[in-house]
């Protein structure tokens, strides 16, 4: 069974950083991207971030400049650096997957919340 486990979330003052990280375990036969959504209270989960196998990257327009997500050595780790945070970046953050296990699925995280207090 596939789980994807985020860490280093909490709270930071505007203009702070925060790297948030995330690990996948399970058997995986093929990543094929991971990436960060996240979600503010009353609002849908919105895309963050995203990187392709082939070190593609993807960011929202507004994160751009600010964030940057990698891979790790681990293929099957991501991270997020999260620079110039803004309050209106405070989200639970969500880890996500699409990988092949015998099929092609997407899996999430459990979420991490990013405070940022103005």
């Known amino acids: 069974q596939v789980q994807l486990v985020e860490s280093g979330g909490g709270l930071v003052q505007a203009g702070g950083s925060l790297r948030l990280s995330c690990a996948a375990s399970?058997?995986?036969?093929?990543?094929?991207?991971m990436g960060w959504y996240r979600q503010a209270p009353g609002k849908q989960r919105e895309l963050v971030a995203t990187i392709t196998t082939g070190g593609s990257r993807n960011y929202a327009e507004s994160v751009k400049g600010r964030f940057t997500i990698s891979r790790g050595n681990a293929k099957n780790t991501v991270y997020l650096q999260m620079d110039s945070l803004k309050p209106e970046d405070t989200a639970v953050y969500y880890c996500?997957?699409?990988?092949?296990?015998?099929?092609?699925?997407?899996?999430w995280g459990r979420g991490t919340q990013v405070t940022v207090s103005s």
């Open positions: 399970g058997t995986i036969f093929s990543m094929n991207a």
């Open positions: 996500n997957a699409d990988l092949t296990v015998y099929s092609r699925e997407i899996y």
